[in-house]
């Protein structure tokens, strides 16, 4: 759509309003520290912090490792099925405050079988309050498997075999977890077969890893869009080809800056990214430990890389050409963006 001219002073309005995708949120992530000690609480948990003051005085990351170790930490108070449908519900009712529209969400179940959570649990808690999500906050919402890749293949193999009953109930597979030493080819195997069964594929790769790991996530796990992705700008014949075949990386900005990927935002890769034609896309990854969710995110890299309202549009259009919705879904959303932004200039 060719857009019409919209005077800057609209830009935090617009940035609020419009309708967009989230496609990179570890549910897991959105547990505040509340909740964390209020179903700490209910399910008769000790933690090693003593109030919520404490535990937010630790997210002081250096790394991704530093926040994975808190990050799984607070996952152990996650028990019932209950618990799961509460923490992706409290999350659908902030992301329907930013005019999230459609949401896709990765949830980590290796962290809660190892604890003795049953697959069923986990999965049918969330996907309930995805469908609540659809008919109470008119957003849509699928769910994302993701394997840790710290763990073995076999273990993926075992996670896999255990989720397949539960086949219904998620439309895709992802990689994510520590990822220095911890390359693609590990899993190509078990993502071989996702692909035979169907199911969506995507990868972290290049959050801090090399440029090299986000060319073996699409050669070797034949991944549709790779998450974060940012090192792909240190290679230049990869960003032509993440521009060329139209692969959308999903950026979380305010997360790179708390794990050091970058010092700050104003040093964030997305301007030259969406310069070189990519289909980048702004997502909050895990806003309880980060400092925002998606309209935070959009707000605080909208001020810090000094973008526009056309930028706006792009990254809430990218958004839905790279979620999982079918063509009829994605253009009826595409739709609404466009007429949502004529409205906007008048
Ligand atoms: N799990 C949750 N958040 C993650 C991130 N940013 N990178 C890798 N694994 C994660
Ligand atoms: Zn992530």
Redesign the pocket.
């Known amino acids: 759509m060719k857009l019409p001219p919209i005077p800057a002073e609209r830009l935090p309005g617009l940035l609020q309003a419009m309708p967009k995708a989230e496609l990179h949120i ?1 549910i ?2 959105s547990l505040e520290p509340e909740m964390i000690f209020a179903l700490a609480q209910r399910n008769r948990v000790r933690l090693p912090y003593d109030s919520v003051q404490a535990l937010r005085a630790a997210y002081a990351f250096t790394n ?1 490792q530093s ?2 170790d808190i ?1 799984y930490a607070g996952a152990s108070v996650l028990i019932q099925e209950q618990d799961f449908y509460d923490m992706a519900w409290a999350y659908f009712k902030k992301a329907a405050t930013d005019n999230v529209v459609h949401a896709e969400l ?1 949830f ?1 179940p290796q962290t809660h079988t190892s604890r003795g959570v049953a697959m069923a649990t986990v999965i049918l808690g969330l996907s309930r309050a995805c469908q609540d999500a659809r008919t109470r906050l008119g957003i849509s919402a699928s769910l994302i498997l ?1 394997f840790l ?1 710290h763990l073995s293949e076999d273990e993926a193999f075992a996670t896999l075999e255990q989720a397949l009953p539960l086949r219904e109930h998620f439309i895709g597979v992802g990689l ?4 220095v030493g911890h390359p693609p080819e590990k899993f190509a195997r078990v993502f071989q077969r996702c692909g035979a069964l169907g199911l969506h594929r995507v990868a ?1 790769a290049g ?2 890893g090399p440029p090299a790991y986000i060319q073996t996530a699409l050669d070797l796990l034949g991944v549709e869009r790779i ?2 992705g940012v090192q792909a700008v240190n290679d230049p014949v990869l960003m032509q080809r993440l521009a060329q075949q139209r692969i959308p990386l999903t950026v ?1 900005p305010l ?1 790179n800056v708390k ?1 050091c990927v970058y010092p700050d935002l104003r040093s964030h890769s997305l301007k030259a990214l969406l310069d070189a034609g990519i289909v980048a896309t702004i997502n909050s ?2 806003p309880a ?1 980060f400092g925002g969710y998606m309209n935070q995110n959009f707000r605080e890299t909208f001020a810090a890389l000094e973008l526009q309202a056309s930028h706006a549009y792009t990254l809430a259009r990218n958004s839905f050409e790279a979620s999982f919705l079918d063509a009829g879904d994605k253009a009826g959303l595409i739709g609404r963006l466009d007429h949502f932004f004529e409205g906007a200039a008048a």
Not at 176 to 179: A, C, G, I, T, W
């Open positions: 570890h897991e992530g991704l926040f994975l990050y990765f980590d993701c890749r994510d977890s520590s990822e972290h959050e801090e998450d974060h979380c997360s794990l990854d895990d430990y």
